[in-house]
């Protein structure tokens, strides 16, 4: 049982560089969403999809883009790296909608930009 | 909007002694709270929810929509509690789970 799968696990970037975290899910969850864990900040939300073809602005969502063309994949695009996106960035899905759904997370991806 | 606190970043306590872990909240709807924990090398993982009134690894959490808050209680602190605990918060109608800043337990000895 795979769960949520992400690439890669670390990644050390440049200023100005872009990149893509993968991120694919084989339980046939229609949600998806991307954190980042900053240090004594908790995560916060960069973006989620609700399904194929939807996707939604989270808390943070700038300097970073997504798309969902099919139910297993969300990747997350950084197009101009930046410091301020040194981070650890999670993956996670759920069934159905966040209220009361049970999110399973990916093992992370930890991220630094020099 | 949706809000979680948690007042505490740290908490450490002797093994054997009671834990708790502050989780206090802001939501206009009616919410649904978790406990998410992530253990040193492994994926943050659910460890109760409020809607099962379920005793995980002897930890309980009861919702006081009184005081909006769900703090994470054991009896017994054992040294494998040690780990990052998340308090987060939900609802009907809402789309996302919002997060709280985490608290990091250490059980020393």
């Known amino acids: 049982n795979a769960g949520v799968t992400q690439t890669p696990k670390f990644r050390i970037l440049k200023i100005g560089q872009s990149m893509t975290l993968q991120c694919t899910q084989d339980m046939n969850h229609n949600y998806m969403y991307w954190y980042r864990q900053d240090p004594g900040m908790g995560l916060k939300l960069i973006y989620y999809?609700?399904?194929?073809?939807?996707?939604d602005k989270g808390e943070v969502p700038n300097g970073y883009n997504v798309s969902r063309s099919t139910t297993e994949d969300f990747p997350l695009r950084l197009e101009l790296a930046a410091p301020s996106q040194t981070s650890v960035y999670f993956c996670?899905?759920?069934?159905?909608?966040?209220?009361?759904?049970?999110?399973?997370f990916g093992s992370g991806t930890q991220l630094s930009v020099l | 909007a949706q809000r979680v606190t948690q007042p505490e970043k740290l908490l450490s306590v002797f093994k054997g002694a009671p834990v708790e872990l502050k989780c206090n909240y802001s939501?206009?709807?009616?919410?649904?709270l978790f406990w998410y924990v992530q253990y040193s090398r492994q994926r943050l993982q659910l460890l109760l929810r409020?809607?099962s009134r379920e005793s995980i690894k002897g930890f309980t959490a009861d919702l006081n929509k009184g005081e909006t808050s769900f703090h994470l209680k054991k009896p017994f602190a054992q040294e494998e509690d040690s780990a990052m605990y998340y308090c987060?918060?939900?609802?009907?109608?809402?789309?996302?789970?919002?997060f709280g800043q985490g608290t990091r337990l250490t059980i020393n000895p």
């Open positions: 987060a918060l939900g609802g009907q109608g809402a789309q996302k789970l919002v």
């Open positions: 996670a899905s759920s069934r159905r909608g966040q209220g009361g759904e049970k999110l399973f």
């Open positions: 999809s609700v399904g194929a073809g939807i996707t």
């Open positions: 409020h809607i």
């Open positions: 939501y206009s709807g009616s919410p649904e």
